[in-house]
């Protein structure tokens, strides 16, 4: 998928080297503290701003990335959450524990988040997303209720992985 992520440039501070963090989340969650993070992590990316004075970044999130191929027939509509990383604690790479990874995925109270549902299904075209970071509270931007249940869609899409039964 590939899109724009907007934000107030006036949020990022002189001198850092920001970067937006890009989550693609599952709608539900199997380790505690995935609800305060938007879902289970399914991919990610990170882009660095070079010149954040427009407040407007392209972006594109390969779903299949990790190689897994799971669409929302069978594992329900995505989140995709985004983080502008004014401090360098939201870097996923670098989480060496599912423990980690979950820290990294919290924003920071004041932090630009955007959160959105997003449906990624292998019967339609790739979605083109506008984000808007303008979420400032921290968890509370990506805090859901995890999704326990869930029937597949028909026609389905052959997941490789399939959380709804």
Do not use: K
Request: glycine letters at 12%; hydrophobic letters at 35%.
């Amino acid at each position: 998928m590939r899109g724009v992520a907007r934000f107030d440039p006036a949020r990022i501070p002189d001198g850092g080297s920001p970067a937006i963090r890009f989550a693609l989340r599952h709608p539900f969650t199997l380790y505690p503290g995935e609800d305060q993070i938007g879902g289970r992590l399914h991919m990610w990316t990170s882009v660095s701003l070079t010149e954040p004075g427009t407040g407007e970044v392209p972006f594109s999130i390969d779903m299949c990335g990790m190689g897994t191929a799971m669409w929302s027939e069978e594992n329900g509509t995505y989140r995709l959450i985004a983080i502008l990383d004014v401090n360098g604690n939201n870097d996923i790479d670098l989480a060496v524990s599912n423990d980690e990874a979950i820290a990294r995925g919290r924003p920071d109270p004041g932090e630009p988040t955007g959160m959105i549902d997003v449906p990624v299904s292998c019967h339609a075209a790739s979605p083109c997303l506008e984000l808007n970071l303008g979420c400032y509270g921290g968890t509370a931007c990506t805090t859901i209720t995890p999704l326990v249940a869930c029937t597949p869609m028909s026609p389905g899409c052959a997941s490789d992985a399939a959380y709804c039964q």
